[in-house]
């Protein structure tokens, strides 16, 4: 039997891993999700590879929280329509997204 592999609908750090130049426009508001890891803040977002837009959602860390509050304000309502350049980052084995700045 053959199988084909399946993309995820979140984005991770690990598929961003070595891409420079990587975009994420906010198209949601951030609410807290129930997850399997606990309530984590998500968005729905479109990730800028090159020109090229996808849609995928996010699950924020609190670093990157941080930076949108004091980038954006406090109400994550007015998050919606920004975009930040991202990176990876090693942290604890895992590869994190973290926010570069704004763009």
Request: some cysteine.
């Amino acid at each position: 039997m053959e199988f084909e592999k399946q993309e995820s609908e979140f984005i991770s750090g690990k598929s961003l891993k070595g891409i420079d130049g990587v975009l994420f426009e906010i198209i949601s508001e951030v609410k807290n999700e129930t997850s399997e890891f606990g309530v984590k803040p998500r968005c729905s977002i479109a990730v800028v590879i090159g020109g090229v837009k996808s849609a995928k959602k996010w699950t924020l860390n609190q670093q990157n929280v941080n930076f949108l509050i004091d980038t954006f304000g406090k109400e994550s309502t007015g998050w919606v329509g920004k975009t930040v350049g991202v990176f990876t980052e090693e942290v604890k084995g895992n590869t994190a997204i973290r926010i570069r700045g704004t763009a």
